[in-house]
């Protein structure tokens, strides 16, 4: 057990090094840092001066140490744009990422179990059909054409729902919310359920299957013959059957909802963190780019461990695989 | 020829409706894309052929439409079909060099990680696992993103092609190696490669001509199927502003650009290059599930 956390860890480590490097690369060598904060018309002692105060004279290894030293305390310097510090307005932007995402998730596995239950307990119905085709062409349809459709639908076309920004938000310390006012609520629905529909479909198929496979098995079939109601046997025994992997589908998808709330953000305005990183980009704003860089991949190897992990304490079978060689 | 019409994968491809509209469709649209420069309409990035007077009209079916731009035309008076042909011909470009390069990639290190084994495998399988944790888009975003900056400012816009292409193709090469270095380790055992060993023949030249030419048959059918992913990736990349300037569109800059034409009315901009991105998608996943079914020994 021991050894298989420390490897992943390592791992972990190892993958987080890399990916700072790269930062750290985008940092030092795309441009001249000392050109940009000091302009064109600064004399070659001031430059020195600046180089040694920045520790831009000192060996490499110096260098990328002090920026892991950093970067570990979440100091990435002053944003090139904005003039402001890039924790602060990674800070900012924290909270619109968090509760779209957190929004979409909830969406995506209420709405897909619902579905799913419905598509799998009238398998035949007309409805059923039309949901199991409609999700077929939202598998095709790319995250952002979902947000036009819907903004040219709700938006421009009803006028019911606002298309862009969070609406009102509600100081709660750093913390900032939508969820208190009703124009931040309202904002909200395109965004996340833009977010939610391609893991809602995947979430819906998979109950959908692992239903009808439940639903054959001899447990049921007892339960029936015991003479339970219907609800009792579709959710008391059948559902909760189903629910474990569409668990370990949904830790996985997580990562995926967050990919793709870049893709959301734009298309709505959010001023979420996946915005700033865009707009960073099209700036050539390098210290919010190696802030993002650093961070997402932080999240992804840090949700990769604890789904590595939950594996290794919920599947028993895992334990004893270890034992032989590795593939 | 006759060979062709008598085989099984005829035979299934006639008995499948669906398959043989979206390959009708997907041809279509490779025909509209290669040929843009012989049959679109208009030329719309030809300065001399495109006036002023003509933009924002709607699509011709509606009373203020005009037949000779048939889908309307954008704010600078580009004809919104030609757009569509030439933005569908970068963007089948994109997808066709991004898919290739993953191909190369993926499948020379899975031949090398099956070949070769030892600490090459466990090296390269490591780094296609890292790689798997993290979303396909995000890893592509990143690369295209932070690639950018690498290249000279006023480079930017004419290198975007293949700073798009290098992003897009680095992102796939995972599955082609896996599969990959799966055959290779079977084929590996069989006869004729230790035949080959017996009587001298190089690792490389084992690994080129006897083992490679096994191994590339599951790799067509990924391929096919990621020729829409990679369309869409493109799409996405473009919209996000990390893709294809807007000197150069492709289907997901022309959507882009469109987006904010939404709410002045002008819906057609942004809706017509929508719809050519979903068909072509659809069109060509299709074909790709139909290939895959139709090769696959086990459904037959």
Do not use: C, E, R
């Given at each position: 057990m021991l050894a298989f956390v420390l490897r992943r860890l390592f791992q972990a480590a190892l993958v987080m090094l890399v990916v700072a490097f790269i930062a750290f690369s985008l940092f030092n060598y795309v441009g001249d840092p000392i050109n940009m904060m000091l302009?064109?018309?600064?004399t070659p002692e001031q430059k020195v001066e600046l180089r040694e105060s920045l520790g831009l004279d000192k060996p490499f290894y110096v260098q990328f140490g002090a920026f892991v030293g950093n970067a570990v305390s979440g100091e990435f310097g002053l944003s090139l744009r904005q003039a402001r510090p890039v924790s602060t307005l990674i800070k900012e932007r924290l909270p619109a990422t968090l509760e779209l995402a957190f929004c979409a998730a909830i969406l995506a596995l209420v709405g897909g179990v619902v579905l799913g239950v419905y598509t799998a307990l009238r398998r035949n119905g007309v409805f059923s059909q039309f949901l199991l085709m409609v999700s077929l062409i939202g598998v095709s349809l790319p995250t952002f054409l979902i947000g036009i459709l819907l903004i040219l639908v709700f938006a421009v076309t009803l006028q019911i729902l606002p298309s862009y920004s969070r609406g009102d938000v509600t100081q709660i310390g750093w913390w900032s919310t939508g969820l208190l006012t009703w124009s931040g609520i309202k904002a909200l629905v395109l965004p996340s359920v833009t977010l939610s529909l391609g893991t809602m479909t995947l979430i819906m198929r998979l109950v959908r299957s692992e239903m009808l496979e439940v639903l054959r098995t001899d447990y049921i079939k007892f339960a029936r013959a015991r003479g339970l109601t219907n609800n009792a046997v579709h959710f008391g025994h059948a559902l909760k059957n189903t629910l474990v992997p569409v668990m370990t589908i949904m830790g996985l998808q997580l990562g995926t909802i967050i990919a793709f709330a870049i893709v959301t953000e734009t298309v709505f305005q959010w001023p979420g963190m996946g915005f700033l990183f865009i707009q960073s980009v099209q700036f050539a704003d390098i210290p919010v780019m190696a802030a993002y860089l650093v961070l997402i991949s932080f999240v992804f190897v840090s949700i990769n461990l604890i789904v590595d992990l939950l594996y290794y304490v919920v599947d028993p079978r895992l334990r004893i695989e270890q034992t032989s060689p590795a593939h | 020829m006759s060979r062709f019409f008598d085989s099984d994968i005829w035979w299934s491809f006639k008995r499948s409706p669906a398959t043989m509209i979206a390959a009708v469709l997907a041809l279509l649209f490779i025909l509209g894309a290669v040929l843009a420069p012989l049959i679109a309409p208009h030329n719309p990035y030809d300065l001399a052929q495109?006036?002023?007077?003509?933009?924002?009209l709607p699509p011709?079916?509606?009373?203020?439409?005009?037949a000779d731009f048939p889908l309307g035309t954008d704010q600078q008076g580009r004809d919104i079909l030609s757009t569509i042909m030439y933005g569908s011909r970068i963007s089948l470009l994109v997808a066709l060099c991004a898919v290739a390069m993953s191909i190369v990639m993926g499948v020379g290190l899975g031949l090398l990680a099956g070949y070769v084994g030892g600490r090459v495998d466990s090296i390269i399988m490591r780094i296609a696992d890292i790689q798997l944790t993290f979303p396909a888009i995000l890893v592509a975003l990143l690369i295209s993103g932070i690639g950018r900056?690498?290249?000279?400012r006023d480079l930017q816009d004419s290198l975007a092609l293949y700073v798009i292409i290098f992003s897009i193709g680095l992102t796939g090469w995972v599955q082609y190696a896996r599969t990959v270095r799966g055959s290779t380790l079977v084929e590996k055992s069989k006869e004729y490669v230790q035949a080959a060993r017996v009587i001298g023949v190089s690792k490389m030249a084992i690994m080129v001509r006897h083992v490679l030419p096994n191994v590339l048959g599951p790799v067509l059918v990924i391929a096919t199927l990621n020729i829409a992913n990679a369309i869409i990736a493109e799409a996405t990349l473009s919209f996000l502003g990390v893709g294809m300037p807007p000197t150069q569109p492709s289907l997901g800059t022309l959507i882009s650009e469109g987006q904010n034409y939404l709410f002045s009315g002008e819906w057609w901009i942004t809706v017509f290059p929508g719809i050519a991105l979903i068909v072509m998608v659809v069109s060509v996943n299709l074909v790709g599930d139909w290939l895959r079914d139709a090769l696959n020994p086990k459904l037959q």
């Open positions: 302009g064109q018309d600064a | 495109i006036s002023l007077l003509d933009s924002n011709m079916w509606n009373t203020s439409g005009n900056q690498f290249v000279p």
